[in-house]
């Protein structure tokens, strides 16, 4: 078992930046790939990125890329998610996930991937 427990969500302006930690506890962090996804009002869920348990790969939405950076600290059991030049459209509650690395390879960048899940922080970005 494994308990995600995401901080860090606010209200920040447009062009703001905001860094999102998820602790994790229970079952050491190392044997979890991380993802971050994200869920607006009236959206489906969806993927913004993700880290291998080594931390050795990253992925990320294309809506996100060159301004979002996951890593993870395997000794502190944390997962970040550092968001820079934030736009109206990244508001969403920001949902922490671990998927199990012991029965297969890697992160995903689908949520049903996904093992365990935090209950979610609010980011709202205003224009």
């Known amino acids: 078992q494994v308990q995600l427990v995401e901080s860090g969500g606010g209200l920040v302006q447009a062009g703001g930046s905001l860094r999102l930690p998820c602790a994790a506890s229970g079952r050491t962090c190392s044997t979890y790939a991380m993802g971050w996804f994200r869920q607006a009002p009236g959206k489906e869920r969806g993927f913004v990125a993700a880290?291998?348990?080594?931390?050795?790969?990253?992925g990320y939405a294309d809506s996100v890329k060159g301004r979002f950076t996951i890593s993870r600290d395997n000794a502190k059991n944390t997962v970040y998610l550092q968001m820079n030049s934030l736009k109206t459209e990244d508001t969403a509650v920001y949902y922490c996930?671990?998927?199990?690395?012991?029965?297969?390879?890697?992160?995903?960048?689908?949520?049903?991937?996904?093992?365990?899940w935090g209950q979610g922080t609010q980011v709202t970005v205003s224009s």
């Open positions: 880290i291998s348990s080594s931390g050795g790969s990253t």
């Open positions: 996930a671990a998927k199990d690395t012991r029965f297969s390879n890697g992160y995903s960048r689908t949520s049903p991937s996904y093992d365990y």
